[in-house]
């Protein structure tokens, strides 16, 4: 039995508010504190993971032109980037919890992935 059950339509359903997240939680936690890049890194990534939710090819891209593992592979990629930032950026307090919290539910849910 495995433990993997997010499809690919639950994580379709996911992406567009994961972005919306992305882009307005760091001015919600007033992210910055420690440094600017802890509040700007969070938006730019919501910005392009919209942008990469619409060309992706699920049944909720827009465009679908970008294959689905290619998805799964950037959202790995994010993780991994969101939990070693407060260390290589210096990322302190709420910076750094912010940013351990997205990027190890980003993993899990990569990781949580039923194959097709």
Do not use: Q
Not at 2 to 30: Q, W
Not at 52 to 71: A, N, Q, S, W
Not at 96 to 108: D, E, K, M, N, Q
């Amino acid at each position: 039995m495995s433990i993997r059950f997010i499809t690919k339509e639950i994580h379709a359903v996911l992406d567009y508010p994961v972005a919306v997240v992305l882009m307005g939680a760091p001015f919600l936690f007033k992210l910055g504190g420690s440094h600017d890049l802890a509040l700007w890194l969070s938006v730019c990534t919501g910005v392009a993971a919209l942008i990469l939710t619409i060309f992706t090819d699920h049944f909720l891209g827009v465009f679908r032109v970008l294959p689905y593992k290619f998805h799964l592979a950037v959202d790995f990629i994010v993780g991994v980037v969101f939990v070693v930032a407060p260390f290589l950026l210096g990322f302190s307090g709420v910076d750094s919890l912010f940013y351990w919290i997205i990027g190890a539910t980003v993993l899990c849910v990569v990781n949580l992935h039923k194959p097709e």
